[in-house]
T-cell receptor, first 113, second 111 residues
Framework: KAGVTQTPRYLIKTRGQQVTLSCSPISGHRSVSWYQQTPGQGLQFLFEYFSETQRNKGNFPGRFSGRQFSNSRSEMNVSTLELGDSALYLCATKWGTGEETQYFGPGTRLLVL | KQEVTQIPAALSVPEGENLVLNCSFTDSAIYNLQWFRQDPGKGLTSLLLIQSSQREQTSGRLNASLDKSSGRSTLYIAASQPGDSATYLC??????????FGTGTRLQVFP
């Protein structure tokens, strides 16, 4: 069974640009969560999608948005990039919304110059 | 508001030692706790998930315990190996299902 895949793996952007990251869950998984990891703040929750609906949202500005498609693949978008958006963006997937293990992808490393 | 703390922040040990990593959480109303491993620049690998009704979980040389009443979990690594070098993170779900992560313990095992 293939694991969680994230594309692209690395990305360099400049301030003011926008970026779209993609996450393909493990086959059969319908829940996708996104996290931002930085050296200063650690791992912070961005949002969670289940069956194309956003279930939860973390404390991030509206520049951060996401969506989920009918095949459970998810994208997150960051508009008007700032230097502080440089981070490792991780997605995690699981089958449902219950108390089960979440499986993480390898992440997308975003550098904003 | 749930807060998760891990000590020590970093640990460097010779190969073969038995290790204990600690995780503390402020709100004991959790339904599970998960331990992850993260290699430099990589994603997270789930190691063990302990349900609130359990006190221990074991996988190979890893053993995790959970004491909800005291707000603590420990990850025990037996006979450490250089390949165990990584950052270890614990995480608990909030009431909205998102994971709240600890600050991590960076482990280095040298030959």
């Amino acid at each position: 069974k293939a694991g969680v895949t994230q594309t692209p793996r690395y990305l360099i952007k400049t301030r003011g640009q926008q970026v779209t990251l993609s996450c393909s869950p493990i086959s059969g998984h319908r829940s996708v969560s996104w996290y931002q990891q930085t050296p200063g703040q650690g791992l912070q929750f961005l949002f969670e999608y289940f069956s194309e609906t956003q279930r939860n949202k973390g404390n991030f500005p509206g520049r951060f948005s996401g969506r989920q498609f009918s095949n459970s693949r998810s994208e997150m978008n960051v508009s008007t990039l700032e230097l502080g958006d440089s981070a490792l963006y991780l997605c995690a997937t699981k089958w449902g919304t219950g108390e089960e293990t979440q499986y993480f992808g390898p992440g997308t490393r975003l550098l904003v110059l | 508001k749930q807060e998760v703390t891990q000590i020590p922040a970093a640990l460097s040990v010779p190969e073969g030692e038995n290790l204990v990593l600690n995780c503390s959480f402020t709100d004991s109303a959790i339904y599970n706790l998960q331990w992850f491993r993260q290699d430099p620049g990589k994603g997270l690998t789930s190691l063990l998930l302990i349900q609130s009704s359990q006190r221990e979980q074991t996988s190979g040389r890893l053993n995790a315990s959970l004491d909800k009443s005291s707000g603590r979990s420990t990850l025990y690594i037996a006979a450490s190996q250089p390949g165990d070098s990584a950052t270890y993170l614990c995480a608990v779900p909030s009431n909205t299902d998102k994971l709240i992560f600890g600050t991590g313990t960076r482990l280095q095992v040298f030959p």
